[in-house]
């Protein structure tokens, strides 16, 4: 129950991140933007770890691990705010959802978990939900596969979230949540710094407008620190592709967050698509 709780959690506040994170994309680098969010969240994940558990010398084991999460994970970041350019943010959340299905078959390869017939199902009537919103609720749209720059850039980065979840428990050696998150921040903000250091340079951070710190303010606490800590917990006690169930949320949530900040919302019709996600989310937390 406290894996679903974090889980339920979890999608509330990544649905914030897509609302505010479409109105600063245009101001600042993807890659500038995330090193500095790294950056903060290692901050207050490690105060946190230091004022909890410790950091224990045995999760010093195997520091490749960290890299390797934090790269993966650092993709997936910048290529999110690199769509959020140009793709809405309901139809971004939408492609988010493809990620259990992405999530199962990375489970299967790493962890040799089984999908049921039923999760099985609920992969694909939440799939149909999520295309029937990426392609705005034209079928032929569909028909000619029209995807936009933003949703297809994005997929990728949702096809590196997928890889990283059932990762997480194949690399984690019994180290607390927090402090595997710890350790995956920092290296990830080094490698996000290593990469994205001429655009750091280039940013004008002082004249930066103000939606561009307080989105960083939020994705840091929230969106990152927290959710991080949240998704190390949950996939600790919960099969991956149950974990990634709770993605067909985020649309849900982010047409909330776009009417709290007076945004525009889908039409009528693209929200039959969100209302598959939901049907989707109900059959993947059935007990077999």
Excluded at 39 to 61: D, E, K, M, N
Excluded at 190 to 219: E, F, H, K, N, R
């Amino acid at each position: 129950m406290r894996g679903h709780a974090a889980m339920l959690t979890f999608s509330m506040l990544v649905a914030g991140s897509f609302s505010l994170g479409s109105m600063a994309a245009p101001h600042i680098a993807p890659a500038a933007m995330n090193a500095a969010r790294f950056l903060l969240a290692a901050c207050l994940v490690g105060a946190a770890a230091l004022a909890t558990t410790g950091i224990p010398r045995s999760a010093l084991q195997a520091p490749w691990r960290y890299p390797l999460l934090g790269g993966i994970f650092a993709i997936y970041f910048v290529l999110m705010f690199e769509g959020l350019k140009t793709a809405p943010a309901v139809s971004t959340a939408a492609v988010f959802t493809l990620t259990p299905l992405m999530a199962a078959v990375a489970g299967w390869f790493l962890l040799r978990q089984v999908t049921t017939l039923r999760m099985a199902l609920a992969l694909a009537i939440g799939a149909a939900g999520a295309l029937w919103v990426i392609f705005r609720a034209d079928p032929a749209a569909l028909m000619r596969f029209e995807v936009g720059r933003g949703e297809t850039v994005y997929f990728w980065g949702c096809v590196a979230h997928a890889i990283y979840t059932p990762l997480v428990a194949k690399l984690n050696r019994g180290e607390p949540p927090v402090v595997f998150t710890f350790g995956m921040l920092v290296a990830g903000f080094v490698v996000l710094t290593l990469y994205a250091w001429g655009d750091i340079l280039a940013t004008d951070w002082a004249a930066l407008p103000p939606i561009v710190w307080i989105t960083l303010a939020y994705i840091s606490v929230f969106a990152s620190a927290t959710t991080f800590v949240l998704l190390q917990f949950a996939t600790l006690h919960l099969p991956s592709a149950k974990v990634m169930a709770y993605t067909y949320l985020t649309p849900s949530w982010v047409i909330l967050w776009e009417l709290v900040l007076g945004r525009e919302v889908p039409q009528p019709l693209v929200l039959g698509g969100v209302v598959l996600t939901v049907i989707a989310l109900v059959l993947l937390l059935r007990d077999d």
